[in-house]
C-alpha cells in the first residue's frame, strides 16, 4: 500500500496545505496593515464533505509522472489551489485600510494551533501504522 494513497493521510495533506496557504494571506495583511486602500484577504474555508467525496474517488492521473517500473518511487503532486477571498469585517481606516492587527493576530494563533493539530494526527497514524506493521 502506498502512503500517499491513504484518504486518512491525503486529507490531512490537504488540509494542511490549506492552513500552510492561509497563513501565507494572513502574513501578508499583517505586513499591509499600514498600506492605505488594503484589503484584507483570507481563504475560503475547505469544505469538510467535498474532501471526503475526492478521499473516495480514484487517484486522478492526468499530469502525474508515469511509474514505468514497479520499483519506481511515485511523487505525489499537490496542486492545491485554495480560493481567495477579500474580508471586510471591521471598521477600514481613513486611509481605506481594512485589515485590523487584532482580527489577524487571532487568526493566525488559530492557523498555527489548527496546523499543530494536524500535523500531531499525521505523527500519530504514521506510529500507530509502523506498530502495526511491527516495526
Known sequence: MNLPDIP???????RMSWLNQRQDVLTQNVSNADTPGFVAHDLKPLDFSQELKKAD??????????????????????????????VRDSEGTPNGNSVSLEQEMIKVSDTQ???????????????????????
Open 8 to 14: 486518512l493521510l491525503s486529507m490531512l495533506r490537504e
Open 57 to 86: 474517488s480514484p487517484a486522478q492521473t492526468a499530469g502525474q509522472l508515469m511509474l514505468t517500473d514497479p520499483r519506481h518511487i511515485p511523487i505525489p503532486t499537490s496542486t492545491a489551489s485554495f480560493e481567495d477571498v477579500e
Open 113 to 135: 494551533a489548527q496546523f499543530l493539530a494536524a500535523t500531531n494526527l499525521y505523527a500519530k497514524t504514521i506510529t500507530m501504522m509502523k506498530t502495526a506493521i511491527g516495526h
